[in-house]
């Protein structure tokens, strides 16, 4: 008994040493393979021996008058890579348009209602994680709804993918985010630089993106940042990878909201699966990093067909092939 102890001890402290090893040095193609090697260690097998949800009931707060499509796509894309329900809280006005795009998804036009923390509060116990910002606007009633939603979400123990308007919350109220171990956040480089300026008080260093990552993820209270760009740089306070997966040269809108819908899945099971199975990075580095990895190769397989057309629905249709490419064969 004690002896198992000491194992499983000296096993997290390498992990530790590790992980704080790889933090300044950078991430090649055999970092590359390694990491998603660590991806494919999390994603559940299917067996007949399972039931509905099991393999993951997703949230989307999101959705408004002006944008119906990035909640859709951020919601779709968490069912299409294996989660098993996905639902959506948006406003009552976007509800029956999101509910026209696809018959998928659980639709609730909750977001404007004054009890809107409520009535989302009382699904949460049944969500196993919450992407917070896909189309949310920046409406004040619906920041403030949000805000409920994402303490309550906290209270719950439930992870969060915060992107979009829902870092544009964080970035007025830094507090909210501080020191949750289960949250990531989803900047491009707009939504970044206005993160660093609001947290650190500067605008990122260009010339060191891992360091203003790390920077970012470390004054935040080591939550995981993911800087999406050219190449996307994930950070956990402690480690730092990238993922320079090939992706496309097309940066049509809603790409980031197909990464964001994935990562809501997979930072479910890689919390799931434990450190243990990731071995090596956090479990929510590790989901970060397949979400990026998805999404670009998404975007790689829909562009071969469609060229300068390639839209967001397109690289939809590919997170099957894409998924089983990368991590299933
Ligand atoms: N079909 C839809 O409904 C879509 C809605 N979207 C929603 O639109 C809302 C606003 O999102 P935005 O991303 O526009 O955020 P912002 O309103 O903060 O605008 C960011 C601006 O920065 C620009 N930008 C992005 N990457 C850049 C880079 N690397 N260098 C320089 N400029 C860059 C963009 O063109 C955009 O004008 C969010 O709610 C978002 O979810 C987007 O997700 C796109 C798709
Ligand atoms: N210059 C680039 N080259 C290759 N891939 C990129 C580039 N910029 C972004 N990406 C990829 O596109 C995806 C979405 O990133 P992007 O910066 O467009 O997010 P976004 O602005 O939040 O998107 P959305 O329109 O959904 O809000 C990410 O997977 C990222 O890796
Ligand atoms: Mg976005």
Same mark, same amino acid.
């Given at each position: 008994?004690?002896?198992?102890?000491?194992?499983?001890?000296?096993?997290?402290?390498?992990?530790?040493?590790?992980?704080?090893?790889?933090?300044?040095?950078?991430?090649?193609?055999?970092?590359?393979?390694?990491?998603?090697?660590?991806?494919?260690?999390?994603?559940?097998?299917?067996?007949?021996?399972?039931?509905?949800?099991?393999?993951?009931?997703?949230?989307?707060?999101?959705?408004?008058?002006?944008?119906?499509?990035?909640?859709?796509?951020?919601?779709?894309? #968490? *069912?299409? $890579? &294996?989660?098993? +329900?996905?639902?959506?809280?948006?406003?009552? /006005?976007? !509800?029956?348009? =999101?509910?026209?795009?696809?018959?998928?998804?659980?639709?609730?036009?909750?977001?404007?209602?004054?009890?809107?923390?409520?009535?989302?509060?009382?699904?949460?116990?049944?969500?196993? #994680? *919450?992407? $917070? &910002?896909?189309? +949310?606007?920046?409406?004040?009633?619906?920041? /403030?709804? !949000?805000?409920? =939603?994402?303490?309550?979400?906290?209270?719950?123990?439930?992870?969060?993918?915060?992107?979009?308007?829902?870092?544009?919350?964080?970035?007025?109220?830094?507090?909210?985010?501080?020191?949750?171990?289960?949250?990531?956040?989803?900047?491009?480089?707009?939504?970044?630089?206005?993160?660093?300026?609001?947290?650190?008080?500067?605008?990122?260093?260009?010339?060191?993106?891992?360091?203003?990552?790390?920077?970012?993820?470390?004054?935040?209270?080591?939550?995981?940042?993911?800087?999406?760009?050219?190449?996307?740089?994930?950070?956990?306070?402690?480690?730092?990878?990238?993922?320079?997966?090939?992706?496309?040269?097309?940066?049509?809108?809603?790409?980031?909201?197909?990464?964001?819908?994935?990562?809501?899945?997979?930072?479910?099971?890689?919390?799931?699966?434990?450190?243990?199975?990731?071995?090596?990075?956090?479990?929510?580095?590790?989901?970060?990093?397949?979400?990026?990895?998805?999404?670009?190769?998404?975007?790689?397989?829909?562009?071969?067909?469609?060229?300068?057309?390639?839209?967001?629905?397109?690289?939809?249709?590919?997170?099957?092939?894409?998924?089983?490419?990368?991590?299933?064969?």
């Amino acid at each position: 008994m004690a002896v198992g102890a000491g194992c499983a001890a000296l096993r997290g402290c390498l992990r530790v040493l590790k992980r704080a090893f790889s933090q300044h040095k950078g991430h090649s193609g055999k970092d590359m393979e390694s990491t998603l090697q660590s991806v494919r260690s999390i994603v559940p097998p299917l067996t007949t021996g399972k039931h509905k949800g099991q393999d993951g009931r997703i949230g989307v707060v999101g959705g408004c008058r002006e944008y119906t499509g990035a909640p859709y796509f951020a919601a779709i894309s #968490a *069912l299409k $890579v &294996g989660a098993d +329900l996905s639902h959506v809280f948006c406003t009552q /006005e976007a !509800a029956p348009v =999101i509910k026209s795009y696809s018959p998928e998804l659980i639709v609730h036009p909750v977001l404007d209602s004054p009890d809107a923390v409520r009535a989302v509060g009382e699904w949460l116990p049944r969500l196993h #994680a *919450l992407v $917070v &910002g896909p189309g +949310l606007g920046r409406d004040h009633v619906l920041l /403030e709804n !949000a805000k409920g =939603i994402l303490e309550a979400a906290k209270a719950g123990g439930i992870p969060v993918v915060i992107d979009a308007d829902g870092l544009w919350l964080v970035a007025q109220q830094p507090a909210l985010v501080q020191g949750y171990p289960k949250a990531v956040l989803t900047p491009n480089h707009v939504e970044f630089s206005r993160l660093s300026e609001a947290v650190l008080g500067e605008p990122p260093d260009g010339r060191d993106r891992r360091g203003a990552v790390l920077r970012l993820s470390q004054a935040l209270g080591n939550v995981t940042v993911v800087q999406k760009g050219e190449r996307d740089v994930i950070a956990d306070g402690v480690q730092v990878l990238e993922c320079s997966q090939e992706g496309s040269s097309r940066r049509c809108g809603g790409q980031g909201d197909l990464l964001s819908g994935s990562l809501g899945v997979l930072a479910h099971w890689a919390l799931r699966a434990g450190p243990e199975k990731t071995d090596g990075p956090s479990p929510l580095l590790v989901a970060a990093f397949g979400a990026c990895a998805l999404t670009r190769q998404c975007s790689r397989q829909a562009f071969q067909k469609h060229g300068r057309s390639t839209t967001t629905t397109d690289m939809i249709a590919e997170v099957g092939p894409a998924f089983s490419r990368l991590f299933e064969d």
